[in-house]
């Protein structure tokens, strides 16, 4: 067999395992599906899984680690493989490697995730503008109130400011919000660790913007709330288009 010839072999083998390994990994999804099984609860063995399937213990490993990189399924070593929590992980590190590997215009990229999650937050202010309780609005302005001593001192506050965003939302019962606000948060200060970007050099700006918030929801003006987070946002993306890190 010439050199082409056995390459050629050799591309159609790796193919074919490739399409065998993505229909395991689809089968055990749906075997988990199908038993309605919830997260932390055990899989069937190894064997029973190769019975099942109908397929060698190679390639039901090689699924389950897959699905182990997918937060699908959890491999706890000497006792056995469990459901997953199906966490967005993996997202936030796709996301990462993405920004990343742009090497010459990360902060475009990064620029780019700011911009989903701008729309992402405008459209859920519209939602809790009308339905924030007194006793909520008046939780987040204690989590102000403690925005506005850090920037009057000169302080960052990433995590009060992170806290505000996710108290934020809570009346909407929505758990995947949470999630994949703390996906676009964590992508967002892995890249800048990595990058070495400074921190927001005005707090107090930061916190007068989320006072703008607030008052703005005070009021009910759905419109005005969704102006003022619009503001927000248009703030951390001409930072982050230079490349320098601000709170969100």
Known sequence: MSGGSTLCAMSEDLVGRRLIGGQIRREIMQLILD???????????????????????NSVREALKALQALDIVEIRHGYGTYVGQASLTPLVDGLTFRTLAQVDDDTHALGEILQVREVLEEGLIRRVAQILTDAELDSL???????????????PFPEIDREFHEALYVSLGNELVPQLLAAFWNVFHRVAGVRGWARDPAPAVTARRHRDILTALRTRDTELAQRAMADHFRGIEARAWQGTLGVK
Not at 35 to 57: A, F
Not at 141 to 155: D, Q, T, Y
Request: proline share 8%; hydrophobic share 35%; glycine share 10%.
């Open 141 to 155: 302005e204690a989590i102000i109130v403690r925005m506005e001593r850090k920037g009057a001192a000169g302080e």
């Open 35 to 57: 038993r309605r099984l919830r997260p932390g609860t055990p899989l069937p063995t190894e064997s029973e899984l190769m019975e099942s399937l109908g397929v060698s213990r």
